[in-house]
């Protein structure tokens, strides 16, 4: 059964920095395009980063270029979003999801398979 398990959230002061890790089971994540996307209390769910099978294109929302990495190692089968510079509007519930589309498409509807998601919290 194709499982996507992130973790690494929880409670980080503004400015401080998160690694979050999306590892799969089930299947291999070198032929999907992997997402990271988050929602917060009362908002619709949104495309933070999103990378191509191959890794070598990357899709970053404006609100955390600059701040945000996404990269993947396919020999962990697992993919990892750096997030430094930390705001209180970057809290959220944070997901991967996978996608048979090519490229770093961040469309929702693009992404068959999503986890269940980890807590990301910035608070002082």
């Known amino acids: 059964q194709l499982q996507l398990v992130e973790s690494g959230g929880g409670l980080v002061q503004p400015g401080g920095s998160l690694r979050l890790s999306c590892a799969a089971s089930g299947f291999t994540l070198y032929y999907y395009g992997i997402g990271w996307f988050r929602q917060a209390p009362g908002k619709e769910r949104e495309g933070v980063s999103c990378i191509s099978l191959s890794g070598a294109s990357r899709n970053y929302a404006d609100s955390v270029k600059g701040r945000f990495t996404i990269s993947r190692d396919n020999a962990k089968n697992t993919v990892y979003l750096e997030m430094n510079s930390l705001k209180p509007e970057d809290t959220a519930v944070y997901y991967c999801?996978?996608?048979?589309?090519?490229?770093?498409?961040?469309?929702?509807?693009?992404?068959?398979?999503w986890g269940q998601g980890t807590q990301v919290t910035v608070s002082s």
């Open positions: 999801a996978a996608t048979e589309k090519w490229g770093d498409t961040c469309l929702l509807y693009d992404y068959a398979y």
